[in-house]
Nanobody, 127 residues
Framework: QVQLVESGGGLVQAGGSLRLSCVAS??????????MGWFRQAPGKEREFVAV????????VYADSVKGRFTIARDNAKTSVYLQMNTLKPEDTAVYYC??????????????????WGQGTQVTVSS
């Protein structure tokens, strides 16, 4: 079993920045074997893909809506993945979730690809 705990959410003005963190733990957990993703869900909307760092080589992919503003990074030694969010917009307001999928290489933008999820952290961007 893998546990994911997010932190770093909060209230920020448009144009500001936040850095989300996700710490993973579990019996015999090896983070280098997991693809790590960030998703978000706004009220009344479906959960949507934000960014992913794949397990094999750590390549990254971003949703078009955040490309150039958000950066995903992972530290396997600390079993952590981060999401640096810059130039935030009110439409970025959502609950942000960290997700982990064991050795996933395809379907990385689909929430069904991931097995483990954190509890989420709220990000609110005021205009």
């Amino acid at each position: 079993q893998v546990q994911l705990v997010e932190s770093g959410g909060g209230l920020v003005q448009a144009g500001g920045s936040l850095r989300l963190s996700c710490v993973a733990s579990g019996v015999a957990f090896s983070m280098n074997m997991y693809t790590m993703g960030w998703f978000r869900q706004a009220p009344g909307k479906e959960r949507e893909f934000v960014a992913v760092s794949s397990w094999s080589g750590g390549s990254t992919v971003y949703a078009d809506s955040v490309k150039g503003r958000f950066t995903i990074a992972r530290d396997n030694a600390k079993t952590s993945v981060y999401l640096q969010m810059n130039t935030l917009k009110p439409e970025d307001t959502a609950v942000y979730y960290c997700a982990a999928g064991y050795r996933k290489n395809v379907g990385l933008g689909l929430h069904t690809t991931y097995t483990y999820w954190g509890q989420g952290t709220q990000v609110t961007v005021s205009s």
